[in-house]
């Protein structure tokens, strides 16, 4: 079974402004490494080799850094910025070439087990696999009963948005997925600029789009305080996962 990575590195990171003024989200100084770089090391661990990434803002830097140091990840450059779902479908005839694609958010630190989030999405026959926990949030994806996808929830400066079915099984989304190759063609039904989650509400009306529950550490760095907050740990390494 042939297995990839992609990771989402295009987005703005306006919510860390000043620090993206000059530099994209994923690849800020976390104190000796980056987000990215701490991602394709415990992606490497795990014996997933094929790697690929989008990048648009600031699209330059990134692509130096990636030179510099991972040379072999693939890099699909997007001309305008496309969403979590346009980006997968700028690198489909890529990705079309893998049984299993792990797709990763570029400012997400995670302990998640690849291997066991991996093996329970085959086990499933799922067509996604959403890697969730149950820590409070503002926004929420719901499932039926039968652990599959109907809708998701954000609750935003005191407004409430809605889109699907809301149930009471709601989860937590950490940013990461994992996809099967049969998926792929749904991205085909969106055009311009669209999200992974619109995707895979479709996609759960003709297949299981399920979650996998995860207790280990996650943070996620998109704003000042969490990014300070993950400069400040010491052990970053250990935290999510990589054995030195």
């Known amino acids: 079974m042939r297995i990839c990575a992609y990771i989402l590195a295009a987005g703005l990171g306006s919510r860390l402004l000043p620090l993206t003024q000059d530099t994209p989200k994923p690849i800020l100084d976390l104190g000796g490494s980056t987000c990215f770089d701490l991602i394709v090391k415990k992606l490497l661990q795990f014996g997933i080799k094929d790697i690929g990434t989008n990048a648009f803002y600031l699209k330059d830097r990134l692509l130096k850094h990636i030179a510099k140091n991972w040379k072999f990840v693939r890099v699909f450059e997007e001309s305008f910025l496309s969403g979590t779902g346009g980006a997968i479908k700028i690198a489909k005839k890529w990705l079309s070439n893998f049984d ?129 907050k993950a400069k400040a740990l010491k052990d970053l390494d250990n935290l999510i996962g990589i054995k030195n």
Do not use: P
Not at 148 to 174: D, M, P
Not at 178 to 205: C, H, P, Q, R
């Open 100 to 228: 299993l694609i792990l797709v990763h958010n570029a400012d997400v630190l995670s302990g998640l087990d690849f291997s066991g989030f991996l093996r329970v999405h085959t086990k499933r026959k799922s067509l996604a696999t959403l890697a969730c926990n149950n820590l409070k949030a503002t926004r929420y994806l719901c499932f039926n009963k039968e652990k599959n996808l109907t809708g998701w929830v954000s609750k935003k400066q005191s407004e409430v948005v809605r889109a699907g079915y809301i149930t009471r099984n709601c989860k937590h989304f950490l940013g990461i997925s994992v996809l099967s190759k049969e998926s792929l063609a749904f991205f085909d039904l969106f055009e311009g600029e669209f999200s992974l989650i619109s995707v895979l509400l479709n996609m759960s009306k003709m297949g299981l789009v399920t979650y996998y529950l995860d207790k280990s550490f996650w943070l996620d760095i998109g704003t000042l305080e969490t990014f300070k």
